[in-house]
Structure formats: C-alpha cells, structure tokens
C-alpha cells in the first residue's frame, strides 16, 4: 500500500523556520523524483519545489528561491522541505507527492503529472 505521510508543519512567526518531512513506503522511492506543492484557501494547488530520484537536480518556483531547500534520504525513504525566512504569503497546506521518472534527474511541476500523493500538512505564516 502507497502511502506518503508528511509531517512538520504548524504555527510560526514571519521570518522564521519550519522543516517539513514526507515518509514514503509502498514504492520504489529510488526511483521516483518527489516533489512538494501547496494550496492556500480558495487558490488552485501550486508547485513549489521538486527533486529528481537521483538527488542531482532540484527545482523551486521562484517565490521560494533562495528560502526553501529540497533534499531526500533514500536509506530513509524521507523527502524533505527546509523552509527559512517564512512569509505571511507561504501560509497553505503542504503536500508531498512522487513522480515515476525512467531518467535519473526527471522531475515534474504540475499536479496531473505526479502519481502519489500525502495528504499534506498546514504551515502558518503569522506577521
């Protein structure tokens, strides 16, 4: 059974940190590039970062850019999501989701593209 559980979410002021985690299990996680997107109330969900199963690429929207960090522990089957300097704006559920790739350094962006997904966590961005 598939299941991606994400984790670490919660209420933090603005300009603080928060560190999400995704546990997967019931696939082959070496083999599938993760991604995390968020949705914020009545806005469509949103790519925010992604990794490919090799670990060698990462891809962050650019409101992200130099604020959130992708990485992935394939002994742990763990993706995560470091998110520094947080914003008001970041506020919205998190979810991670996986994407089969045949090429070590694939990766998606959109939503129809991905094959599992976690049912998220919400982050609170208070100013």
């Known amino acids: 059974q598939v299941q991606l559980v994400e984790s670490g979410g919660g209420l933090v002021q603005a300009g603080g940190s928060l560190r999400l985690s995704c546990a997967a299990s019931?696939?082959?996680?070496?083999?599938?590039?993760m991604g995390w997107f968020r949705q914020a109330p009545g806005k469509e969900r949103e790519f925010v970062a992604a990794?490919?199963?090799?670990?060698?690429?990462?891809y962050y929207v650019d409101s992200v850019k130099g604020r959130f960090t992708i990485s992935r522990d394939s002994a742990k089957n763990t993706v995560y999501l470091q998110m520094n300097s947080l914003k008001p704006e970041d506020t919205a559920v998190y979810y991670c989701?996986?994407?089969?790739?045949?090429?070590?350094?694939?990766?998606?962006?959109?939503?129809?593209?991905?094959?599992?997904w976690g049912r998220g966590t919400q982050v609170t961005v208070s100013s």
């Open positions: 989701a996986a994407y089969y790739s045949d090429y070590p350094e694939g990766w998606a962006g959109r939503v129809e593209e991905y094959h599992y």
């Open positions: 019931g696939f082959t996680f070496s083999r599938y590039a």
């Open positions: 990794i490919s199963w090799s670990g060698g690429s990462t």
